[in-house]
């Protein structure tokens, strides 16, 4: 049994125990009547909502779950890209560190060249040939200048490929450092989303905890009440029994109503079975003895339901376990009610004539099958009905 119906049944029980234990007079029920059914659409009401609410809630915990793994799928991403980055500047790195290695040896080398040009001075080309002692010696000594000019140029230009690797080897580590940072940040700010949708989740789980305790309480309290009404309701049965002598009207003989001043419900369809008529009987539904505050008769689902006489509709909806519900008040002090029904042919405040169709039989509320629930109060009390026919 859902929530709501817990609710619903608590209310509608209050409703009718309510009518049991205040005898008063019509006008009197009628404002009580009025009273509790606004009470009761009130309650139906915010329980419907509720349950809308809470209903939403949990979308936005699953839209919330499914931003939460997406945002983990660009984490991950994000770690990769980051991961291949930094090997490549590890990479970048070790090659820097080796052309930097290479540069040091081009400038010793340079630097070694110009000591050695200082140390024999600073002659032109032509008076280091001249001063050849003979052909071959001056041959030798142009085979040597080439080299050492070819050998200064191959030097100069290697070191500035050195110094021109260099250069691109820290242009592409401090970019891709930059880009490191920029994927770093990417990260933080995914990461922060990551943390405010987790927040809200948290928000959400939260309100509907609070939603479902709150209601859990007022089921707890409306429970607690209404047994102690049922307390009440049935020491007075009891009195009133006592007062009466312990007797009540049942039996397995078929009842048939004798024409008079008010209409049978149900024409062609009377209480039969023992546990069909008004006082004590083992609930057919929960198993255990209690009073039957009315007669039951078994008919098709939809057989229309005839007014006992002539009155003012005081309810016409959904009392607890009763299902679909009419009560109309009679004057002097007398109301019926029928229940259990399947459909309703009148509305609160509307006036009925002895024999209109009121409802119609069905199987609503706490109910085994099709049939009319039949209940008679006189003063405020639930009475036997077959006493008025």
Not at 65 to 72: A, W
Request: with cysteine; hydrophobic share 40%.
């Amino acid at each position: 049994m859902t929530k709501k119906h817990i609710i619903s049944g608590i209310v509608g029980m209050m409703v009718t125990l309510g009518i049991l234990i205040s005898p008063v007079n019509a006008a009197s029920l009628t404002e009580q009547l009025a009273e509790s059914n606004q009470k009761q659409a009130a309650a139906q009401y915010q329980i419907d909502m509720t349950q809308n609410t809470i209903a939403g809630i949990e979308a936005e915990i699953g839209k919330a779950n499914e931003e939460m793994s997406r945002i983990t799928g660009v984490i991950d991403k994000i770690n990769s890209e980051i991961a291949v980055l930094e090997a490549n500047i590890a990479k970048t790195q070790e090659e820097l560190n080796i052309a930097e290695a290479k540069r040091k040896e081009q400038e010793e080398a340079m630097n070694e060249r110009v000591r050695t040009m200082y140390m024999y001075g600073n002659g032109s080309m032509l008076e280091f040939l001249f001063t050849s002692s003979d052909f071959a010696d001056f041959v030798t000594k142009v085979d040597m200048s080439r080299y050492i000019i070819e050998s200064d140029k191959a030097s100069l230009d290697a070191l500035a490929e050195t110094k021109k690797i260099i250069d691109e080897k820290k242009a592409k580590i401090e970019a891709d450092r930059l880009q490191t940072v920029s994927k770093k940040t990417e990260q933080e700010t995914v990461l922060a989303q990551q943390q405010e949708i987790k927040a809200q989740k948290d928000s959400l789980l939260a309100q509907n905890q609070a939603i479902v305790a709150e209601y859990q309480a007022i089921v707890a309290a409306e429970a607690a009440n209404a047994a102690s009404i049922e307390a009440q309701v049935r020491e007075m049965m009891a009195a009133q029994a006592a007062a009466s002598g312990g007797s009540t009207t049942g039996g397995s003989t078929t009842f048939v109503p004798s024409n008079g001043t008010y209409q049978w419900p149900c024409p062609g369809y009377y209480p039969s079975a023992d546990d069909d008529f008004f006082g004590t009987r083992l609930h057919p539904i929960w198993g255990d003895y209690r009073t039957h505050y009315g007669v039951d008769m078994g008919a098709p689902s939809g057989t229309p339901i005839l007014a006992m006489g002539n009155g003012a509709v005081l309810s016409a909806g959904w009392n607890g376990g009763y299902g679909n519900c009419v009560i109309v008040d009679l004057g002097n002090g007398l109301q019926a009610m029928y229940a259990h029904m399947s459909g309703f042919a009148v509305s609160a405040g509307q006036t009925v004539n002895k024999g209109d169709v009121v409802g119609y039989v069905g199987s609503t509320g706490d109910s085994t099958g099709a049939h009319l629930h039949f209940g008679v109060l006189s003063g405020g009390s639930f009475v036997d009905p077959l006493g008025y026919f």
